[in-house]
């Protein structure tokens, strides 16, 4: 099993209630894949730069998944096709899972007193 994140763009006129069904159908999927679910998070509505599909604004979800690597071409292909996701992408989440801190180091130390100017003659 390997951790992936997932960024959807939903289509505004396809999609209902602001996407919650994409998001729990997502979710069952994955379950029924034998994977899990970390995180399920819509990121609201953004209007684009550039026009995509002639859509100016769509709908962002971010879902944080461990699934079987094999699974996870299978869900490129399964939302590649469907006309309620306008862009999506998929990526292997190789974040650590213990950040490592630097020991705590004093504070520097600077010249409190600034060197004397040059007297204007």
Known sequence: MKKYEAVFILDLRKVDDEGKAFASEFE???LDWGGT???SQSMGQKTFARPINKRKAGIYYNFLFEVAPEKE???REEYRLDERVLR???ILDERPAKVVTLPDLPPPTFNAAPAAAPAAE
Request: glycine share 0%; aromatic share 0%.
């Open 28 to 30: 069952k999927m994955i």
């Open 37 to 39: 679910v970390t995180l």
């Open 73 to 75: 071409a299978m869900i």
């Open 88 to 90: 999506h992408l998929i």
